[in-house]
């Protein structure tokens, strides 16, 4: 990757250090955010998220080894469970190219948390029934989910009640930082993004766009949010790769 256009290769220590968290961000007192919330999504030069119903054509070789340094950095990975479904979610797993030094002090891989308020999720799948007791997959769901499907997915995964009928982010993001979680990376999709952004709990955006134009009817990074008024992000720097640009966004603190 290059910022001037000129396409280099960058390596994942580059990325690493691109793609450092701010210093400083992780108070812990009153009225400070308990986590630091990036995001990490991808859409083509017309905006579409999805080809066919999912990201992996508008990728790239250079996206892909920015998605597992990101991995790599995060505490937990947050997925919504129509995103888990839709890109055949599993757990985490190691990469190259330094992985272990970026994991140096914490469990080899980040796990999943997945946010479902009716607990819809094929409890049979690889993502909860194939996670390493390190990093259990964990459920982020709602009161009135259904006990027995409740008390099924604990067999397998860390359940966390986080809101009465509707899963609360807040109190999600407040859950998974009380566990130590506190590197959180958000892969979508675009109706968990837009209540991020409306609930005010993103900190980061990392965009990638795609040189590709991919029509159709795909919904935007975001859905749903239902803002006053636009949120407001600086730039914090923008990439380019075979024809990528691979843009960092940060919140501007009201």
Same mark, same amino acid.
């Given at each position: 990757?290059?910022?001037?256009?000129? @396409?280099?290769?960058?390596?994942?220590?580059?990325?690493?250090?691109?793609?450092?968290?701010?210093? @400083?961000?992780?108070?812990?007192?009153?009225?400070?955010?308990?986590?630091?919330?990036?995001?990490?999504?991808?859409?083509?030069? !017309?905006? #579409?998220?999805?080809?066919?119903?999912?990201?992996?054509?508008?990728?790239?070789?250079?996206?892909?080894?920015?998605?597992?340094? /990101?991995?790599?950095?995060? !505490?937990?990975?947050?997925?919504?469970?129509?995103?888990?479904?839709?890109?055949?979610?599993? $757990? #985490?797993?190691?990469?190259?190219?330094?992985?272990?030094?970026?994991?140096?002090?914490? $469990?080899?891989?980040?796990?999943?948390?997945?946010?479902?308020?009716?607990?819809?999720? !094929?409890?049979?799948?690889? /993502?909860?029934?194939?996670? $390493?007791?390190?990093?259990?997959?964990?459920? /982020?769901?709602?009161?009135?989910?259904?006990?027995?499907?409740?008390?099924?997915?604990?067999?397998?995964?860390?359940?966390?009640?986080?809101?009465?009928?509707?899963?609360?982010?807040?109190?999600?993001?407040?859950?998974? #930082?009380?566990?130590?979680?506190?590197?959180?990376?958000?892969?979508?999709?675009?109706?968990?993004?837009?209540?991020?952004?409306?609930?005010?709990?993103?900190?980061?955006?990392?965009?990638?766009?795609?040189?590709?134009?991919?029509?159709?009817? #795909?919904?935007?990074?975001?859905?749903?949010? !239902? /803002?006053?008024?636009?949120?407001?992000?600086?730039?914090?720097?923008?990439?380019?790769?075979?024809?990528?640009?691979?843009?960092?966004?940060?919140?501007?603190? $009201?």
């Amino acid at each position: 990757m290059g910022d001037d256009g000129g @396409g280099g290769g960058e390596s994942t220590a580059d990325l690493v250090a691109a793609y450092a968290y701010p210093p @400083g961000w992780a108070g812990t007192g009153a009225g400070e955010r308990p986590a630091w919330v990036r995001a990490n999504m991808v859409t083509s030069a !017309d905006g #579409a998220t999805a080809v066919k119903g999912a990201s992996g054509a508008l990728s790239s070789d250079k996206d892909r080894q920015l998605f597992g340094v /990101l991995r790599g950095l995060a !505490d937990v990975i947050l997925v919504g469970a129509e995103t888990a479904r839709a890109e055949r979610y599993g $757990p #985490a797993q190691p990469q190259g190219g330094g992985w272990a030094l970026l994991r140096e002090g914490r $469990p080899a891989t980040p796990p999943i948390a997945i946010v479902t308020g009716k607990l819809d999720l !094929d409890l049979s799948s690889p /993502l909860l029934r194939a996670a $390493p007791a390190c990093a259990r997959t964990i459920v /982020l769901t709602a009161r009135s989910a259904p006990p027995d499907r409740r008390q099924q997915a604990a067999k397998w995964a860390d359940v966390v009640i986080a809101g009465s009928r509707h899963v609360d982010l807040a109190t999600a993001i407040s859950a998974l #930082a009380d566990r130590g979680l506190r590197r959180i990376l958000t892969e979508g999709g675009p109706r968990l993004l837009g209540q991020l952004v409306a609930a005010d709990l993103l900190d980061e955006l990392c965009l990638t766009v795609s040189p590709l134009l991919a029509g159709g009817d #795909a919904a935007r990074i975001t859905v749903g949010a !239902d /803002l006053p008024s636009p949120r407001r992000f600086r730039l914090g720097h923008v990439l380019e790769a075979e024809g990528s640009l691979f843009c960092r966004y940060l919140r501007v603190a $009201p």
